[in-house]
């Protein structure tokens, strides 16, 4: 998604910049494809891909809902953190189990 944010590219294009092979890249781009996060459209022998951001903004959407919740609670284990005593005394390590034999 990130190299074909810069604007619309075909499948060598993004095998040079991604340094992977052809059949990784066709392989991704078919997966995000198939979620809408991708169009395709063809020119002679070429395919070319473009980023479809608006299934993105619905993720972002989706994602801000829980925002202040998340913000909530990570300001909370911040203060569970800030009133433990900086000078804990270390713990023993795990005891590793034997594995029969």
Do not use: C
């Not at 810069?6 to 198939?34: C, H, M, P, R």
């Not at 996060?37 to 994602?63: D, I, N």
């Amino acid at each position: 998604m990130d190299a074909l944010s810069g604007g619309e590219s075909n499948v060598s294009d993004l095998v040079s910049a991604l340094n992977i092979t052809q059949s990784a890249v066709s392989q991704q781009l078919a997966v995000l494809k198939s979620a809408g996060l991708v169009s395709e459209r063809s020119e002679g022998r070429f395919r070319h891909y473009r980023l479809q951001a608006k299934p993105l903004t619905q993720v972002a959407a989706w994602v801000g809902r829980y925002r202040a919740y998340l913000e909530r609670e990570l300001d909370a284990l911040g203060r569970v953190l800030d009133a433990m005593p900086e000078d804990l005394p270390p713990r023993a390590p795990p005891k590793q189990k034997r594995r029969p034999r």
